[in-house]
């Protein structure tokens, strides 16, 4: 158990350290730099660009800048922006409790949902409610996010005017101000991703139902709701954990399109922008970090699982 | 209507909706009853309704399953008009089920304990706090060794034979009248099938239960039942006492299964029972078993046949019961065994000094941890393997057999010694690294043709790809040779445009055997080829095999578990306990005494399909999961263990004459 724990968080580290080795790397091949970019116009003056960039530091090796700035991370400093002002962490964190904020709020309200329509859909498989809820799945589903997005800023914002339609609260507010504000894009998120973890539950559900161990459950005289709780659901909800835990890393650093229609000040947007700043210190903060949740939160689903699975528990408790 | 008996079918017809909307039965007007005491066995090939019957008992139905007619019974209680409450009572409290496959049956994710309190919680009057102890006894009732401590344990940490043990527990918990049987032995062991059994047999008359026991084992039938019901093609077509139907069927059906069990007293390969079952729904218009019968005629085909009794006793559905007599009993192609060659044989295949490790070297776990290397999976095999030879591996599940086959189709990397076919250097450890020539004179033939086809591959391309890989056949050339390989295995060209799910198991299994054949193969390795099949389909596989092999030249190495078949195709046999030899030698020196203490326990756990036979019982039936680190791989279970020399000495090879060496330390007199 404690060997296997041990493997996967050198892995993580060693994936994390490869993330931002290819991002450092990409953000220097790509044509320009911070001074073309804040010199506009200007930089075809080569004294001044020469001025900027030793200003900036950009003069020395990339391998150098970078292990420099690797080396802060791992103490946590993730150094100043591009500028050379403003600190990273101030700026990437107020983005960073945005984002959690509105991935927590989308995973309470779809997780849940998503669990409990998976299993009634699949305990009613081919029946009405199977076939209602799977076919708003596929809608769910196939609607790119920015369409689902505007339909329903143009139905309750435009037309029913019960919610704000875009956020205007300021990156570095309090999470509560951005209430009611992030209650749209929350829901739109939510239809999402659960209908994605609903589809898997419902296949796992039909196929633990179908199993001989819930067949000999009902032939052993189990009621069918306590056969479904104790027998059936345990075993059917196991692969759960895993989407689940995809579904919160994809919350935390890839709803771009989602942050930029609702104007939220979240790590997906700050990214973008950064990129196109070519402010290369955030973009390789926000990519660590982006890194590390999925990292984390694919380790923390892994041992849960082998927490809730006996037969992979056992594998390394007992010989 | 008369008084029902305690387990009471009455023209039971049980059918589902086809696609097209026909209504399509798969039991037809099945009648049967059970005393209180009595234990029925119901015998057919997979397919022939047997389970579907002993559920319907049960009031269950698989799903799309629904009755169409007729009544059941259990004790006066008509089961197809109770409430889902009532039912629930029934089921696994009065009438419970012991299922197939326990490992499948047990929900993973819960104890042991737990599942078998539930059933004790549904079913009994105890107190909550009352149950713990409870379990306990009824785990020791069933002779599971430590039962306190499998309490707490999932099901996946037991053996087959003991998932199969706690299934009984759960369903006595109900302290139940009457038992369900689904072929509660089949894949296990064979001393752990004979174990179960015998404690099969006590439960049952202790306990003064009906039984009703399905299988397609007419060995297991003939050990646990009274009376026997046969089964084909969803009728009833034979039923009387198991020393009637087992002794002298009067049915050729019966007759055919019978004839095509390999038995240990038997010289000759089983008669194969040709052909195959009627899909259910298939048009019969006289008896549904007339196109495989050796005696039929034109009244058998124009209408069909009742079941009626005979002077005998038994109920009968056949016009020509009398007949019978004129069907083979034994067939007349020996196996053909290897001529005694004068001067020394070429060898085809030589292991030496083979062992095989699953374990893999672990840097960081050899850093952190002390453990040291299990002992090997398999070890010390030296077999020189003769030229045109069938050689069979027996032993029990963990025995290493298929491990042993694995290394010599590059599988599995031996740790130490090498495998080298005939005259030439040792082969090279990894398929992948062997040269062309050598994947072609190596094939191996797997136990499940289901999951060894591409299910997405017609058996054109099945065929095609050793004929493309090794011959560099195309076009007609390949259509030609394929059609010829076709109809080796007696399949004709119609087949080559099918997909294996349009073939039966047995039909699989050819296909499999014809691809094996296409590379002209000089070695191929079979690994439990007919354990996945009906009785009647192995008996045609294994005719198979001898053909080719006559024909052929061709040197196999046969793994079973089953030492009644390994016996009918063998020329030599290799006894394995946990991956180390005990025993090797000419078929008839080794199923003669003397015996390595192994070989004497496997033999004795053999069910013969004779009521009057019983086993010998002589080592209990635990499962050891590493062999021992020194001394003899049987130490542990051996009736004859004569000390501490058998735990500290590796047992000599004690020379019999004729190729025929026992390893064990008891002078070869005294076994």
């Known amino acids: 158990m404690l060997m296997m724990l041990i493997r996967r968080i050198m892995l993580g580290i060693v994936t994390v350290s490869l993330v931002s080795l290819i991002i450092f790397a990409g953000v220097e091949i790509l044509p320009g730099d911070a001074c073309t970019q804040y010199l506009g116009e200007y930089q075809a003056d080569d004294e001044l660009l020469a001025q900027c960039r030793k200003d900036l530091d950009l003069n020395r090796p990339a391998l150098e800048r970078f292990q420099e700035w690797a080396g802060g991370a791992v103490t946590g400093d993730l150094g100043t922006a591009v500028d050379g002002k403003t600190k990273i962490s101030t700026i990437v964190g107020d983005r960073l409790k945005n984002s959690l904020l509105l991935a927590f709020c989308a995973m309470i309200v779809g997780v849940p949902l998503a669990l409990l329509l998976g299993v009634i859909t699949g305990l009613w498989r081919d029946r009405k409610p199977d076939l209602i809820a799977s076919t708003l799945a596929i809608f769910a589903m196939t609607i790119p996010e920015f369409v689902s997005a505007t339909l329903l800023i143009l139905i309750f914002s435009i037309w029913l005017g019960w919610l704000p339609g875009i956020v205007l609260t300021s990156a570095s507010a309090p999470a509560s101000e951005f209430f009611p504000e992030i209650l749209l894009p929350v829901i739109v998120l939510s239809l999402v991703m659960c209908a994605h973890i609903m589809r898997m539950v419902r296949s796992s559900v039909i196929e633990v139902m179908e199993s001989d161990y819930v067949q000999m459950a009902t032939l052993k005289g189990v009621p069918y709701w306590r056969m479904v709780f104790s027998h059936a659901l345990p075993n059917a909800l196991l692969p759960a954990i895993n989407v689940v835990a995809l579904t919160i890393a994809w919350l935390l650093g890839g709803v771009v399109v989602i942050e930029v229609v609702f104007n939220y000040p979240g790590l997906g947007r700050l990214m973008i922008d950064s990129i196109s700043d070519r402010d290369l210190p955030v973009v390789q903060s926000i990519a660590l970090i982006v890194a590390s949740i999925y990292v984390c939160v694919n380790l923390a689903a892994d041992l849960l699982t082998m927490l809730a699975n006996p037969k992979l528990r056992t594998i390394y408790t007992r010989k | ?671």
């Open chain 2, 1 to 671: 209507m008369t008084t029902p008996s305690f387990i009471d079918v009455r023209n039971l017809s049980i059918g589902y909706t086809s696609r097209a909307g026909e209504t399509v039965k798969v039991l037809r007007d099945v009648s049967l009853t059970i005393n209180r005491g009595e234990s029925v066995g119901l015998v057919g090939e997979s397919g022939s309704g047997k389970s579907t019957l002993a559920l319907a008992a049960l009031g269950y139905f698989k799903r799309g399953l629904r009755v169409l007619d007729g009544q059941i019974h259990f004790d006066g209680i008509d089961m197809l008009d109770l409430g889902r409450d009532d039912i629930q009572k029934i089921r696994g409290g009065r009438l419970a089920l012991i299922p197939q496959n326990s490992g499948q049956s047990l929900t993973p994710t819960l104890r042991i304990g737990q599942q078998v309190a539930e059933a004790l919680r549904l079913h009994s009057e105890l107190e909550a706090d009352e149950f713990d102890h409870r379990v306990v006894e009824l785990l020791t009732q069933v002779r599971l060794p430590d039962p306190a401590a499998l309490i707490s344990r999932y099901p996946h940490e037991l053996s087959g034979g003991q998932q199969q043990r706690v299934a009984i527990a759960m369903a006595l918990a109900g302290q139940p009248d009457a038992l369900l049987l689904d072929e509660p032995t089949t894949g296990l062991d064979v001393t752990t099938q004979a174990h179960i059994l015998e404690l099969l047999r006590d439960l049952a008359s202790d306990r003064n239960m009906a039984m009703l026991y399905v299988s397609h084992d007419l060995g297991a039938i003939a050990r646990v039942c009274d009376r026997v019901v046969v089964m084909y093609a969803g009728e009833i077509v034979l039923q009387g006492s198991a020393r009637q139907v087992l002794k002298s069927p009067r049915h050729p059906y019966a007759h055919g299964l019978l004839a095509s069990i390999p038995r240990l007293s038997q010289q000759s390969l089983p008669v194969a029972l040709d052909g195959r079952p009627p899909m259910p729904g298939e048009m019969i218009n006289g008896c549904a078993f007339a196109d495989r019968c050796g005696i039929a005629d034109s009244t058998c085909t124009a209408s069909p046949p009742p079941l009626v009794p005979i002077d005998t006793g038994e109920h009968v559905r056949c016009f020509h019961p009398g007949k019978i007599s004129q069907l083979p009993r034994a067939s007349k192609t020996a196996a053909r065994k290897k001529p005694s060659a004068s001067g020394k044989p070429d060898a085809a295949l030589v292991m030496d000094d083979l062992s095989i490790t699953y374990a893999k070297p672990d840097f960081l776990a050899s850093l952190l941890t002390s453990r040291k290397d299990p002992p090997a999976t398999v070890e010390g095999i030296n077999i020189t393997i003769v030229k045109g030879e069938t050689l069979g591996l027996v032993g029990e599940s963990g025995s290493g057999k298929s491990t042993i086959l694995k290394s010599i189709a590059g599988l599995i990397s031996p740790k130490t010694g090498s495998i080298a076919l005939e005259g030439q250097s040792p082969l090279t450890a990894k398929v992948e690294d062997r040269p062309a020539v050598n994947l072609r004179q190596i094939q191996l033939i797997f136990q499940n043709p289901d999951d060894s086809l591409n299910p997405r591959h017609t058996v054109a391309q099945i065929l095609a790809q050793p004929l493309r890989l090794y011959f560099r056949l195309s076009g007609d050339d390949l259509r030609q040779r394929s059609i010829e390989l076709l109809e080796k295995v007696r399949l004709g060209s119609h087949y080559l445009e099918r997909l294996p799910s349009q073939l039966s198991g047995g039909e699989k299994q050819r296909i499999a055997v014809a691809r094996a054949f296409a590379a002209e193969p000089e070695i191929v390795l079979c690994d439990e080829v007919t354990s996945a099949l009906d009785v009647s389909v192995q008996a045609a596989v294994l005719n198979l095999l001898n053909e080719l092999k006559t024909q052929q030249q061709t040197t196999y190495i046969f793994v079973s578990h089953d030492l009644a078949v390994v016996k009918a195709i063998s020329d030599r046999i290799a006894v394995l306990y946990q991956g180390r030899l005990c025993e090797i030698g000419p078929v008839d020196a080794v199923y003669k005494p003397p015996f390595h203490p192994y070989t004497d326990v496997l033999l004795g756990a053999v069910l013969e399909p004779d009521p009057e036979k019983a086993p010998k019982l002589s080592a209990d039936d635990v499962v050891e999961l590493s062999p021992p680190a020194q001394g003899c791989p049987f130490q542990r279970r051996c009736p004859k263990k004569i000390g501490t020399i058998c735990e500290t000495d590796t047992p000599p090879a004690q020379q019999m004459g004729g190729g025929h060496v026992i390893n064990c330390h008891i002078p070869a007199d005294d076994l």
